[in-house]
């Protein structure tokens, strides 16, 4: 498998490894949707520190986008955080957040270098603890 899930009171960890194409993405998004615990979570975060993406085009960020909007409507408030470590990933993230905004996405999202940041943006305004 080239992701791992970890739950926790109020969020979801999704790391991926190795070559991870929007497929890979969209498998550990059915998974986390068909868990029970999702409808009670406010985050996600999204750790490809340790992933090649470069199978992923323009086409497959707008793809993924669309989803997720999608999916908003249903789950309004969540956050979105993205663990980028290279130019191609972040890039990727960022065009990611953009397209999601642009189309009206009630999620927030940012893009981090490492974990610790993300966890503490996610957590903020929330009185549940990771």
Do not use: H
């Amino acid at each position: 498998m080239t992701y791992t899930i970890d739950w926790f009171e109020n969020g979801v960890l999704v790391r991926f490894t190795g070559v991870v194409t929007l497929e890979i993405i969209f498998a550990s998004d059915r998974e986390c949707y068909a868990d029970e615990r999702y409808p009670k979570i406010d985050y996600g975060i999204y750790d490809f520190s340790d992933a090649d993406l470069s199978p992923f085009t323009n086409e497959d960020i707008i793809k993924l986008s669309s989803v997720d909007v999608q999916r908003s409507y249903v789950k309004k408030k969540f956050k979105v955080a993205v663990i980028a470590t290279d130019k191609l990933t972040r890039s990727l993230g960022e065009s990611y957040q953009y397209i999601s905004e642009l189309t009206g996405s009630s999620w927030e999202t940012r893009v981090f270098d490492i974990i610790e940041p993300a966890t503490l943006w996610c957590l903020q305004g929330s009185s549940r603890k990771k």
